[in-house]
């Protein structure tokens, strides 16, 4: 019963490339979450999908970042023309979702092991 | 302000000392999670609390709503606890479906148990 996968582990990407950050749920959740940690700071919630709708992107960059969660295959964290303020590490949790209210404040998050974004 | 603050920042203890990690906030929640964040970088959710106390192995959690405080305690430390704990809430929402997993974090205890 594999846990929340992450790949790649580790990605280098030069000033001005695109980077693909990849995140495969826990078998049976259908809610996903990116997390941002900078070096030195906390974890900042970026964006909130379910399979194929984004529901809350408040913390997402309003540029040259986007997220999807297609009907088939893993969510992708999308950085455009990354700079090197990006270099990060990018953390996603899978909830198993739920239409009652209490049960989905009630849903525990399962972490990935995250993506270290380097850009040189 | 950060609407998260957690105490201490570091911590050092030895190898059986009571350990207590405080988590202060400023907003309304609809719930508090702690979390363990491994030196290889890997994140463990520890507990999922909205009211009272919750209690697995050696740790335990409690949260008092009317102060926004929030404690997570290790019994009996070990070496293998040392790891940052993070504290994070998640702000209250009449549209649950946009508060969920929007979780607001704090900066994290660094936790060092010595043998």
């Known amino acids: 019963n594999a846990g929340v996968m992450q790949n790649p582990r580790h990605l280098v990407r030069r000033r001005g490339q695109e980077a693909r950050l990849r995140c495969s749920p826990m078998k049976g959740h259908s809610h996903v979450y990116w997390y941002r940690q900078l070096p030195e700071e906390g974890l900042k919630f970026m964006v909130y999908?379910?399979?194929?709708?984004?529901?809350?992107e408040s913390g997402m960059p309003k540029e040259r970042f986007s997220a999807e969660f297609p009907k088939e295959g893993p969510s992708i964290l999308r950085i455009q023309q990354v700079v090197r303020g990006d270099s990060a590490a990018y953390f996603c949790?899978?909830?198993?979702?739920?239409?009652?209210?209490?049960?989905?404040?009630?849903?525990?998050?399962?972490f990935g092991s995250g993506t270290q974004l380097s850009v040189l | 302000k950060n609407e998260v603050e957690q105490s201490p920042q570091n911590l050092t203890a030895q190898e059986g000392e009571f350990i207590t990690i405080n988590c202060s906030y400023s907003?309304?929640?609809?719930?508090l999670h702690w979390l363990q964040q491994h030196p290889g970088g890997g994140i463990v959710s520890l507990f999922m609390?909205?009211?009272g106390k919750k209690k697995h192995g050696r740790l335990i959690a409690t949260i008092n709503i009317q102060e926004k405080h929030s404690s997570l305690h290790i019994t009996a430390s070990h070496p293998r606890d040392s790891a940052v704990y993070i504290c994070a809430v998640r702000q209250y929402s009449v549209n649950y479906g946009g508060s969920q997993g929007n979780l607001i974090f704090g900066k994290g205890t660094k936790l060092s148990v010595k043998p």
């Open positions: 999908l379910q399979k194929e709708n984004i529901i809350d």
């Open positions: 949790a899978s909830s198993r979702g739920s239409r009652d209210r209490d049960l989905l404040i009630g849903e525990k998050l399962f």
């Open positions: 907003v309304g929640i609809s719930a």
């Open positions: 609390l909205s009211s």
